[in-house]
């Protein structure tokens, strides 16, 4: 069986004087791997450069067989082909685009966004499957933070991705609702069978979701 | 009276071509400076502001040298194509779009910096390409602010002088658009073609800025 994650990847980032030096390598065979670490750690520019959206210096990206980026080869597959579910930090919803838009913005890929109403069975899913049917009608603003997760989470597994790469998919919440939203997330993973990559600075999610622990520091993975 | 009428069509011709054009070019340029670092960004941002600062007739005397009959450009497209723009209305629309260009570049640029990265990021892993992102989510974003650097070029380009009348001339009926005519009618002392044209060209502008404030308090949430 071929590794969910293989990565091995270099990348040297420069802002103003400060230097930061990503130098990882991780295989990971299980469902669910939770990469653990403070904030600067190099979290969020690991599952950027997974998702495609930062091109490392050196080293290959292989996902579930595929190579989606090798230095050597010049190979560095676009984000929009890579085939994944992004689940931001703040859940970068598009704010000009009520709820049902938003869920159904992958399945368009022209230069029109979904009409209002857009309808199509698998976002009618999505709304009754999260309970965002009531205010499928709304803009993001207009939601609450739960809403919002689940907004933002339909809309990454509507394209059904090959994996999620979710972004300290909790910071944004209130703590009461963080222990719900986890659950409810650990049984929609179970159910869609769909493998994951978390990053995360809060222990919790780490004893929740954590198949495999990965510890980051300085760029590096510690364990 | 029926003569006053004649600038002002071309005017808004004039303008309305020049606006038009402004909108292409000012967006595109606006959008590369905003999303690309490049070097001599800082330098091309400077030139491209540069007829905001620069006295309108300095500018005319540019556009003389490069699409005169002598110029390179003029030269080339009269050689092959039998274009001649000085001392048309074309030209003047030339000279309309460069003097309010930059009134378009730095609205459109504010715009486009002001929508987050993470956004256009966000719809790039969902599946759309780089054309899509620009027409499904930046520029839905920053329309509101465009638009309302867009009005205020037009009421620029509607005013302009200079440089029109050094490259377009002052031609009756052809080249004479709204500004140029005030300054003939007031020059032959026709003064009430003057009142009629000032009164008009005063009407348009505070219809223009009008709808340009409703429009700059850019709500992110359009």
Redesign the interface.
């Known amino acids: 069986m071929s590794a969910v994650f293989d990565v091995q990847i270099q990348k040297t980032v420069r802002s103003g004087a400060r230097r930061f030096e990503l130098d990882l390598h991780f295989k990971t065979t299980a469902q669910r791997t939770v990469i653990y670490g403070p904030s600067g750690a190099g979290k969020s520019l690991t599952l950027q450069a997974i998702a495609g959206l930062l091109k490392p210096d050196a080293g290959q990206i292989v996902v579930q067989g595929q190579t989606l980026f090798d230095a050597k080869q010049s190979l560095d597959v676009p984000s929009r082909m890579r085939g994944f579910g992004y689940l931001f930090q703040d859940y970068a919803l598009f704010p000009h685009l009520n709820v049902r838009q938003n869920i159904a913005f992958g399945l368009r890929r022209g230069w029109l966004n979904p009409p209002a109403a857009v309808a199509e069975p698998e976002v009618q899913r999505w709304l009754q499957a999260f309970e965002l049917e009531a205010v499928a009608g709304q803009r993001p603003h207009e939601l609450s933070g739960g809403q919002r997760q689940r907004t933002a989470l339909a809309r990454a597994l509507v394209n059904q991705p090959r994996a999620l790469l979710l972004d300290e998919p909790f910071a944004a919440l209130d703590p009461e609702l963080r222990a719900r939203m986890r659950e409810e997330l650990l049984a929609l993973l179970d159910r869609l069978q769909i493998p994951m990559l978390m990053i995360t600075h809060d222990p919790e999610d780490l004893a929740c979701f954590g198949q495999v622990k990965l510890l980051i520091a300085e760029g590096r993975i510690q364990s | 009276m029926d003569a006053a009428w004649v600038p002002l069509l071309l005017s808004l011709k004039v303008a309305g071509c020049a606006t038009l054009l402004n909108l292409f070019l000012g967006v595109g340029a606006g959008f590369a400076l905003a999303r690309y670092r490049f070097p001599g960004r800082d330098l091309l941002d400077a030139v491209l502001t540069l007829p905001m600062v620069l006295p309108p007739t300095v500018l005319g005397y540019y556009l003389l040298v490069l699409i005169g009959k002598k110029g390179p450009l003029g030269a080339w497209l009269f050689d092959h194509f039998g274009i001649q723009l000085i001392f048309t209305w074309q030209g003047a629309v030339i000279a309309a779009t460069l003097v309010a260009f930059p009134l378009v570049l730095k609205s459109a640029r504010a715009a486009f910096e002001g929508v987050?990265p993470?956004?256009e990021?966000?719809?790039?892993?969902?599946?759309?390409?780089e054309?899509?992102v620009f027409?499904?989510?930046s520029l839905?974003?920053a329309w509101r602010g465009i638009l309302a650097g867009v009005l205020l070029a037009f009421a620029r380009a509607l005013g302009e002088f200079g440089a029109t009348l050094m490259v377009a001339g002052s031609i009756p009926g052809r080249t004479q658009t709204l500004s140029v005519a005030v300054y003939e009618a007031v020059q032959a002392g026709q003064d009430d073609t003057a009142n009629f044209l000032v009164l008009i060209t005063s009407l348009t502008c505070i219809l223009v800025l009008l709808s340009a404030g409703r429009l700059a308090p850019a709500r992110?949430?359009?």
Do not use: H, I, N
Not at chain 2, 121 to 129: D, E, I, M, N, S
């Open positions: 987050d993470q956004l990021r966000a719809a790039r892993v969902l599946g759309l390409g054309w899509a027409f499904r989510v839905p974003m992110p949430l359009a």
